[in-house]
């Protein structure tokens, strides 16, 4: 990455791994941006030797730094950013496996705001383009809503949840953000509820941007929502790397681990 993004940490994988396997994490999550430069197999092993499994992969530097967005205000499809998802789905493939999960954030695209239901229309072709491609490489897509102070479309879980249907494919469902379900959702827990046969992976974030109880989030509430639908997957930070990666990450985890049920909360270490 070359511009700052919402990961904790940026640049060396196995740096960051291993910190975070010291600190104890389950898992990371990757932010690619060119999967061509990068070695799959070496972060496999990497993330073997840390004992780390791959939570998921997030494709918000397609946005973030190339501007790719799938779907172009005039409606056509940016074929560019189409290839470099393709290329992001061979790779998550190729180098994790089956089951290994890719968000759909800001890549989407705008599309036209004067222009809703075209729009929408546009946006489900591409989307089950892309989960065809996906399916048999044995990825997941996985579309997150995104507050309309950042795109004009899908910025609800509900939204999330009907154009999950409109797309109509299994391996299609939902990222659901905490940050964005705060602004735009009339109730976090109940969206979970609605969202249980849905929802694929988790990002959390205070409403300022910053590790999970930093603000005012009741994790409480939202971590034992996510217990009672029986939610088994992952749940990632995507925040500022605040006051800095290590104590952010830290304190990420010592907050969180305190509402996990059957989890012994987490020490605190000297990350080196």
Known sequence: MELPTLAVYSGDFQTAFSKL???GYDGVELMIRRPDRLD?????????ETRLEL???C???LWGEDKLGLVNPDLTVNQAAASRFRE????ASASFGP???INIGRVRGDADPARPEASLEVFAKVFRELAEYASPRGIRLLLEPITINQVPFITTTQDG???ANRVGRSNFGLMLDVYHMNIED????DSFREAREYCGHVHVCDNNRKWPGSAHLDFGSILAVLDEIGYSGFVSTEIQPWPDPDTAAQCSLLSLRRFVPGRMPVTQVQVK
Not at 88 to 91: H, N, S, V
Not at 186 to 189: A, G, L, P, Q, R
């Open 88 to 91: 992001l789905i061979d790779f």
């Open 99 to 101: 089951g290994t999960p």
């Open 21 to 23: 396997a010291r600190l």
């Open 186 to 189: 009339v109730s976090i827990e």
């Open 161 to 163: 949840i009907t154009m």
């Open 55 to 57: 939570a998921g992969v």
């Open 40 to 48: 799959g197999p070496l972060i496999r092993r990497w993330l073997e």
């Open 59 to 61: 494709s918000g530097a």
